[in-house]
Structures are given as structure tokens and as C-alpha cells.
């Protein structure tokens, strides 16, 4: 039986977090670098975190959400209130994450 499953996606900030197993994470860490492209769309993955409990990669996923968002208000001055209000709703989901 398989124990592996996408818990958290932002398709603006392109950041995953996707909770497997012991024994299945090095098969799904495997098995995603040898995806080049999702749908027509060309990908690269990179490992931010790797963890054994889902509160380390909240924390890493959080981290990186906040600095995507900080690079978008220097590139493009204020951010918009849509923008805002996206990015609390995607920390909010990130927050609630459980097992």
C-alpha cells in the first residue's frame, strides 16, 4: 500500500508540499525528478525540505511562501490587495496542515 499524498499546492508561488512515508519517500522523491513537464508546462523540482513530521515543512513551506511574496513586493512596489489577500488565504491553508 502506498502512504504518499499532496497536501498543500500553490500554483502562483509553485511551492508542494507532499507527505509520504518512511519507506515511500525515497521512491517518490525518485520518481518526481524524472518529471520534465506537467501538461505542456516545463518543470523542475527543488527539495526545500525533508522531513520527518509535517510541522518542519509547514515551517520551511511558510518560509519560502514569505519570501516569494517579499520578492513580489520589491519587483513589482505595492502589492495589490487581491495579491494580499491570496497570500494570507495560501499561509492560512499551509497553517491548518495536518497529517
Not at 519507506?23 to 525528478?33: M, Y
Not at 526545500?48 to 511574496?69: M, P, Q, R, V, Y
Not at 517579499?70 to 519587483?75: P, Q
Request: proline fraction near 2%.
Amino acid at each position: 500500500m502506498y502512504h504518499h499524498a499532496v497536501k498543500y499546492v500553490n500554483h502562483i508561488t509553485k511551492v508542494c508540499i507532499i507527505r509520504a512515508s518512511r519507506d515511500e519517500h525515497q521512491k517518490v522523491w525518485a520518481a518526481i525528478t524524472m518529471v520534465r513537464s506537467v501538461g505542456n508546462c516545463p518543470v523542475v523540482f527543488n527539495l526545500l525540505d525533508l522531513s520527518g513530521n509535517i510541522k518542519a515543512c509547514k515551517t520551511a513551506a511558510l518560509k519560502c511562501e514569505e519570501l516569494k511574496f517579499e520578492h513580489l513586493k520589491i519587483v513589482s512596489g505595492v502589492p495589490k490587495t487581491e495579491d494580499v489577500n491570496r497570500h494570507a488565504q495560501n499561509l492560512e491553508r499551509i497553517k491548518i496542515l495536518e497529517h
